[in-house]
């Protein structure tokens, strides 16, 4: 069992910076792919970065790849999402999730969900 708490999200403006984290409970963190994922009002749930275990392999949406950097702390029970270059675009509320496995692009492979962060991109 994992139980997922997002924080850092806000509001910022186009082409500013925000770090969201993720904290997780749970003895066997280290051993679960982490993964971000966001919606904006009225779309579905979008999947932003994913992470194995060690932190030795992370992929991304093609769109915030090369902005957005992932990142993880097994020591700390932490994961990051590191968002560079913001676009209003990027407005969502932001999710992490957890998954044993293999590092997956789809919603519903991911079995523990975070309560979401919002962030907010202002033009």
């Known amino acids: 069992q994992v139980q997922l708490v997002e924080s850092g999200g806000g509001l910022v403006q186009a082409g500013g910076s925000l770090r969201l984290s993720c904290a997780a409970s749970?003895?066997?963190?280290?051993?679960?792919?982490m993964g971000w994922f966001r919606q904006a009002p009225g779309k579905e749930r979008e999947f932003v970065a994913s992470?194995?275990?060690?932190?030795?392999?992370?992929m991304y949406a093609d769109s915030v790849k090369g902005r957005f950097t992932v990142s993880r702390d097994n020591a700390k029970n932490m994961v990051y999402v590191h968002m560079n270059s913001l676009k209003p675009e990027d407005t969502a509320v932001y999710y992490c999730?957890?998954?044993?496995?293999?590092?997956?692009?789809?919603?519903?492979?991911?079995?523990?969900w975070g309560q979401g962060t919002q962030v907010t991109v202002s033009s």
């Open positions: 992470i194995t275990w060690s932190g030795g392999s992370s």
């Open positions: 999730a957890a998954r044993q496995g293999i590092m997956s692009r789809s919603k519903d492979e991911y079995d523990y």
């Open positions: 749970g003895r066997t963190f280290s051993s679960y792919i």
